[in-house]
């Protein structure tokens, strides 16, 4: 099914395809195309940061055996449990086959996060690493993947707002009390992806600049950033997901609280703590490293000291 998207405003018009292309008779849509693309350069990207912050590039690897279909188990949790009078048959019971189909959508960014950050800890654990400097780098990762993933939203002509007559407003055909009717939109799916891509921007200025000073500053800016502004474009939203018949949307309260949970730890930190550059992850990892050279170097002049005796 082809739908028509314009931006009357912009003089813009588009023809939109769910369906990417088929595989073995199966339709392949441009959602799960697109968050595949978003996650590629997010993995590409922290693979090459990922020295900056004394991680190895392999184990950005390592970690993606894990995180990755945990973190898609949990996007997909979260919108079900919130949505779950979708899978509902007439009799009542629930279609579970319906609930594992993500291939046209229903994954819930917030879920995949929460999933991905109690992997993260785990992992680091078990390897023995920062889990506040793997965490910095991870979160690049996490802007580039919605910042991208987003537009998987356009391509099904979802995650929209309400009524608007701005200048970049969208006109889209929607399904509103039993029938199809013209409405001029919010695009909020492109408020979010430009959100994410100057978030995503901000921070890597700080990281190139040098004005890192903890481990955990990225990732307390990162739910700063995002959660301020994911509370504010969610309110615009007519797909939310609500709190069990509430009026009350749960990304909202999730990315408000989140906000001043982080404000809270980079004030303290910034402002309160100070931090000294040696204190960082990767300076004591350089600092060891160096150590360990020059003790060795140590020992071999000594070695060679005793054979001139």
Not at 241 to 268: C, D, E, K, M
């Amino acid at each position: 099914m082809t739908r028509t998207v314009l931006f009357p405003g912009l003089g813009l018009e588009f023809h939109l395809n769910r369906v990417a292309f088929e595989l073995f008779g199966l339709p392949i849509y441009w959602y799960g195309v697109i968050i595949a693309c978003g996650f590629l350069l997010a993995v590409v990207f922290c693979y090459k940061m990922a020295p900056r912050f004394g991680i190895k590039p392999d184990d950005i690897i390592d970690l993606l055996f894990f995180a990755v279909p945990l973190a898609i188990i949990g996007a997909r949790l979260y919108y079900v449990i919130f949505y779950l009078d979708l899978y509902r048959n007439e009799d009542g019971s629930f279609n579970f086959l319906e609930m594992l189909d993500i291939r046209d959508g229903g994954l819930a960014i917030y879920g995949g996060v929460i999933a991905a950050v109690l992997t993260l800890i785990v992992f680091c654990r078990v390897k023995k690493i920062n889990f506040f400097a793997f965490a910095d780098v991870g979160v690049f990762g996490l802007l580039i993947g919605q910042c991208v993933g987003r537009w998987g939203n356009f391509m099904n002509v979802e995650a929209y707002g309400g009524p608007t007559d701005l200048p970049w407003r969208m006109g889209i055909d929607a399904y509103v009390n039993g029938a199809w009717q013209y409405m001029e939109v919010h695009p909020t799916f492109l408020y979010e992806s430009l959100w994410n891509l100057l978030g995503f921007l901000l921070l890597l200025v700080v990281v190139l600049k040098g004005k890192r000073r903890f481990d955990g500053q990225i990732m307390w800016s990162y739910f700063l950033w995002y959660g301020f502004g994911r509370g504010i474009i969610e309110g615009l939203r007519t797909d939310s997901l609500y709190f069990f018949h509430t009026p009350i949307r749960v990304s909202q309260v999730l990315g408000f609280a989140s906000a001043l949970v982080a404000a809270g730890f980079l004030i303290y930190h910034l402002f309160v703590r100070r931090h000294k550059p040696e204190e960082l992850y990767v300076n004591r990892l350089r600092a060891a490293k160096e150590a360990r050279r020059a003790e060795h170097n140590e020992k071999e002049e000594d070695e060679h000291g005793g054979d001139g005796h």
